[in-house]
């Protein structure tokens, strides 16, 4: 999980600048305040897409 987190983070740093910061932020704070799976599932998700465009 933590990789996972460590992950996210490097992500983020890299995504396009032009992608609206705060949605970035709310982003990261889901993933770590995610309390379930469910949770984590879907900011993998948001991230798959966002990397797919």
Not at 10 to 26: E, G, M, P, R, Y
Not at 28 to 37: I, P, Q, V, Y
């Amino acid at each position: 999980m933590l990789m996972f987190i460590r992950f996210l983070i490097h992500a983020i740093k890299l995504l396009d600048f032009t992608l609206d910061l705060q949605w970035n932020l709310q982003l990261l704070e889901r993933l770590l305040f995610a309390s379930t799976f469910e949770d984590i599932s879907l900011v993998r998700r948001k991230l798959v897409t966002l990397f797919n465009r």
